[in-house]
């Protein structure tokens, strides 16, 4: 398995509340993602990085920023929490050379009230 | 933004029955990727595929690149219990004049989820 973890797992937080998740990886790979998951609408790509200080948006990314501090690291934040954030946020990695295979966290269940 | 467009979205069939899923674009696509997802957990990547016409095989479970790089397949022989799950296609686009900058995003299918009956 690849070496990804996310924290929380389980979180449920009010409406207007800011909130971060974290993905941390033990591969060194360059390559970082955020996905949310809802129903009907399979993963959509929020965020990425390409190295520590290089973001980009996704298709999905008005209500979150992300920052990438260090190769292991790569943070959501939700500044406002909204109840359509209500989702599943999975984090992923890629080494990126010559393969764009993502390696996929255990994701983090989401819950805005 | 672009799409794939995953089929079936859902099969219900019994144990030991093959199984095919399918994914279809307008847009050409350099990679393709399949993954399973159980429930409660992250995606599990199956298959890999790079090139035009690879056919790659993991096990019970074949996956094609066609010939257009438009479409993917993936086949299940002789179905499980444990394949229980969601599967998802993922493709990543080929961007013409990109050399060295790709930057590995993927865009992903709406899944095909999949019930076994033993």
């Known amino acids: 398995d690849a070496g990804i973890t996310q924290s929380p797992r389980h979180k449920v937080t009010e409406t207007g509340t800011p909130v971060t998740l974290r993905c941390h990886q033990t591969?060194?790979?360059?390559?970082m993602y955020w996905y949310r998951q809802d129903p009907g609408h399979g993963l959509r790509l929020i965020h990425y990085?390409?190295?520590?200080?290089?973001?980009d948006k996704g298709e999905v990314s008005d209500g979150y920023s992300v920052s990438r501090s260090k190769t292991e690291d790569f943070l959501l934040t939700l500044e406002s929490a909204t109840s359509s954030q209500t989702s599943v946020y999975f984090c992923?990695?890629?080494?990126?050379?010559?393969?764009?295979?993502?390696?996929f966290g255990p994701g983090t269940r989401l819950t805005v009230t | 933004g672009q799409q794939l467009n995953q089929s079936p979205q859902s099969m219900f069939i019994q144990e030991g029955e093959d199984v095919s899923m399918n994914c279809t674009s307008s847009?050409?696509?350099?990679?393709w990727l399949w993954y399973k997802q159980d429930p409660g957990e992250g995606p599990v990547l199956l298959i890999a595929?790079?090139?035009?016409?690879e056919l790659t095989s993991n096990g019970r479970l074949t996956a094609q690149f066609g010939i257009t790089r438009k479409d993917s397949f993936l086949n299940i022989s002789a179905s499980i219990p444990s394949d229980v799950g969601i599967y998802f296609c993922?493709?990543?686009?080929?961007?013409?004049?990109?050399?060295?900058?790709?930057?590995?995003?993927?865009?992903f299918g709406q899944g095909t989820t999949l019930q076994v009956k033993p």
């Open positions: 992923a990695i890629s080494s990126g050379i010559f393969s764009y295979e993502q390696y």
């Open positions: 591969e060194n790979h360059r390559y």
């Open positions: 990085s390409y190295g520590v200080k290089d973001t």
């Open positions: 847009s050409i696509f350099n990679t």
């Open positions: 595929l790079y090139k035009a016409g």
């Open positions: 993922a493709g990543q686009l080929m961007i013409r004049g990109q050399g060295s900058g790709n930057t590995g995003k993927l865009i």
